[in-house]
């Protein structure tokens, strides 16, 4: 079975500041790992994603996410947060190639004030 | 059309009704999933269809819920005797399963489904 776990309701950060939005997961198998962002009153939007490879994965809006195994954690990361990135953050896992369910987290809501 | 539709917006129904809720998703893609999200709550996942078929039913809650998808487009998510547990926001998302089989999913703006 497969589930993810975002530790945090709230993170709350200053525009400017860098930010972290935590995942950890848990699979049998490999992980293939994604970050999608739901902004207020929008539907969800796919930011990033890990298949294989690198473990450091860039994404949209400057977002980036880094892979950690041996921590199970896919944590999203930004250097410099802007205002407008507040929303609410998913992360997903599937362990399933073609079509297959994913398991999405219960969200953590990026609060960046200026 | 240039992304994932789902109609109504809105639905307010009373107790015991049933209710359909339709889902268009992106023109050429394979796949097709039905969540579900409660209030401040994360998202709950319901049923994905590849093509026509549907290999995943283990999240429809109990055997009111039931969905289809016909043309391997189109798919309609049934409640039957809606039940107030069931008021939440129902998503749909579609995905290529094309040249990368670990396509992203692209989500629909939701049905809000209210039970009175």
């Known amino acids: 079975a497969q589930s993810v776990a975002q530790p945090e309701d709230q993170v709350n950060v200053a525009e400017g500041n860098p930010l972290t939005v935590k995942c950890t997961y848990s699979v049998s198998g490999n992980p293939y790992l994604f970050w999608y962002v739901q902004y207020p009153n929008r539907g969800l939007q796919f930011l990033l994603k890990y298949i294989t490879g690198d473990n450091l994965v860039k994404g949209s809006y400057g977002f980036e996410a880094e892979f950690n195994k041996s921590q199970t954690s896919f944590h999203l990361k930004k250097p410099s947060a802007l205002v407008s990135d507040s929303a609410l953050y998913f992360c997903?896992?599937?362990?399933?190639?073609?079509?297959?369910?994913?398991?999405f987290g219960d969200g953590t809501t990026l609060t960046v004030k200026p | 059309g240039a992304g994932v539709s789902q109609s109504p917006s809105n639905k307010v129904t009373e107790k015991g009704k049933d209710v359909e809720l339709r889902c268009d998703p992106i023109?050429?893609?394979?796949?097709l999933y039905w969540y579900r999200q409660s209030l401040g709550q994360g998202l709950e996942f319901l049923i994905y269809f590849q093509g026509n078929s549907a290999p995943d039913k283990s999240g429809l809650p109990s055997d009111r819920f039931s969905a289809e998808r016909t043309g391997g487009s189109v798919s309609t998510l049934t409640i039957q005797r809606t039940q107030q547990e069931d008021s939440a926001v129902y998503l749909c998302?579609?995905?290529?399963?094309?040249?990368?089989?670990?396509?992203?999913?692209?989500f629909g703006p939701g049905t809000r489904l209210t039970v009175t």
């Open positions: 997903a896992v599937r362990e399933e190639a073609g079509a297959g369910k994913s398991t």
């Open positions: 023109s050429g893609h394979t796949a």
């Open positions: 998302a579609s995905s290529l399963v094309g040249t990368s089989v670990f396509d992203e999913q692209y």
